[in-house]
């Protein structure tokens, strides 16, 4: 059984604005996608957060995103590729930058928001997005969500030699080809603690989630991500680590 690694999206607070609980859900997680600074963030909260995910040896990653801070990075942009390319060089180099003062390293690259949706269904942004992975190198891994289809990535992370995690999520309903469905869809977020947890586990075991249309959905899972924006879902958090726990990760 191949218990997926635990990421979370961290470091999101800006300025005075204050967000999610860096401090507690870090213990309970195995990788951090920090922001970089264009959908939240700024270099003091990104230092404080590098510093955090080093002191309890939690892998980090940058989570770039569209330069998007009124709308969290959420809202799809009119972007060429190149733009994409551009802009993920920039925030990747911004969050290594502090990496490497407090002694630690980027180890992956994991897009955030619309960014993240567009370029799973945009086959030029999805490229350009492997393209500055590969540029930057330094043996960064493409963090990448899981579909029912994963060719495509695959050809890529083939062509471009960057290795790819393929990533699921506990708190999020899917659409029959394995994609998020829209937030704004009745259903679409899993609030009770009770079902990301039976999700998770499901995604743990390898065994089918079922797709909106009704349909079972299989996904190759190397990494579930989680959130610990609220007490409650830091509780969640907790309690996924403890259960996977019992399914023998270390």
Known sequence: ???????????????AWTMGGDAQVMPWIDCANIACGF????????????????EHQVTIGAHPAYPDLVGFGRRSMNCSAQEVEDMLLYQIGALDGICRAEG???????????????????????????KAVAAYGSDLRLMLMASRDNSTAQGLSAEYGVPIWFEAFADRAYDPDGHLMSRSLPGA??????????????????????ASDGSALSLQVDTLCVHGDNQSSIAAVQRIREAFSALGHK
């Open 1 to 15: 059984m191949n218990i997926p690694l635990l990421n979370c999206d961290i470091g999101e607070s800006f300025g």
């Open 39 to 54: 959908h939240a963030s700024d270099p003091s909260i990104m230092r404080k957060t590098v510093a955090l995910a080093l």
């Open 104 to 130: 630690g390293r980027v180890q992956y690259v994991k897009p955030h928001g619309a960014m993240y949706n567009d370029m799973m269904r945009a086959p030029a942004q999805l490229r350009a997005v492997f």
């Open 189 to 210: 977020v899993h609030h009770d603690p009770e079902t990301l947890i039976a999700q998770a586990l499901t995604l743990a075991r390898g065994e089918p989630l079922t």
